[in-house]
């Protein structure tokens, strides 16, 4: 998740949110549906089944997230790492990214991770 400022209303959310639900094929998310014990549900748009509005190992991130990411990235005088491995891309290439250009990078972790030797 990225936030571009204290109390920000301007948040990136990477890997979705739980408990919202989104189309499998993406033409639509809900926050609310009906609670069908007995199947799947699904989309009233398309009829495709409903699923977690998140985003899984091996699916892409939404562009438009990552691209706004990166603007942000180029525009801040500091950078919050704050309790991840720093492994998973192309996330983990935003740190470095921003030191690229002089950012500040500040890492909140109880261990060391590929992060640690560029933090400021």
């Not at 030191?99 to 992060?115: F, Q, R």
């Amino acid at each position: 998740m990225i936030c571009t400022g204290a109390r920000s209303k301007n948040v990136i959310e990477f890997h979705g949110k739980f408990p919202r639900i989104k189309c499998s094929p993406g033409c639509d998310v809900f926050t609310e549906w009906e609670d069908i014990h007995c199947s799947a549900p699904t989309c009233p748009t398309c009829g495709e089944k409903l699923r977690p509005d998140l985003v899984w190992f091996r699916e892409m991130l939404p562009s438009d997230h990552l691209a706004i990411a990166v603007q942000a990235v180029r525009t801040r005088k500091v950078f919050f790492s704050i309790g991840t491995s720093g492994l998973v891309e192309p996330e983990a290439s935003l740190p470095l990214m921003s030191k690229e250009i002089g950012t500040v990078i500040i890492k909140i972790n109880p261990v060391e991770t590929s992060l640690t030797p560029f933090v400021d």
